[in-house]
């Protein structure tokens, strides 16, 4: 059975994703290791809605929107040499990584 682990990256801004998303995979292809990706997961949309007048006006309303950008890489075959890589790649704020063994 072939071990794999799956890399998630999220981020609000999706240029930023983007950039990190490719330090990753440059990071681990120069060193021969076999991944699959950058895989585009789906965007998380979350809407809020604000009444603007102090006072109880319905109709005066306004909408704010937050996206949470997804990417997924698979790392097939790790080694301790993967996961010391991954935990020392400098990302800049705003990029959040889950690492999910997927081996079983």
Same mark, same amino acid.
């Given at each position: 059975?072939?071990?794999?682990?799956?890399?998630?990256?999220?981020?609000?801004?999706?240029?930023?994703?983007?950039?990190?998303?490719?330090?990753?995979?440059? /990071?681990?292809?120069?060193?021969?290791?076999? &991944?699959?990706?950058? =895989?585009? $997961? !789906?965007?998380?949309?979350?809407?809020?809605?604000v009444?603007?007048?102090?006072?109880?006006?319905?109709?005066?309303?306004?909408?704010?929107?937050?996206?949470?950008?997804k990417?997924?890489?698979?790392?097939? /075959?790790?080694?301790?040499?993967?996961?010391? &890589?991954?935990?020392? =790649?400098? $990302? !800049?704020?705003?990029?959040?990584?889950?690492?999910?063994?997927?081996?079983?």
């Open positions: 059975m072939m071990e794999k682990i799956r890399v998630k990256v999220f981020s609000y801004d999706h240029r930023l994703l983007e950039k990190s998303v490719k330090t990753i995979m440059d /990071n681990l292809s120069h060193k021969g290791i076999l &991944i699959t990706g950058p =895989i585009i $997961l !789906p965007t998380r949309r979350k809407l809020y809605t009444l603007t007048s102090p006072i109880a006006d319905k109709k005066s309303r306004e909408q704010f929107e937050m996206r949470v950008h990417r997924m890489i698979e790392i097939k /075959n790790p080694t301790k040499e993967v996961m010391n &890589i991954l935990r020392d =790649i400098s $990302l !800049p704020a705003g990029i959040d990584i889950t690492v999910k063994d997927m081996s079983g």
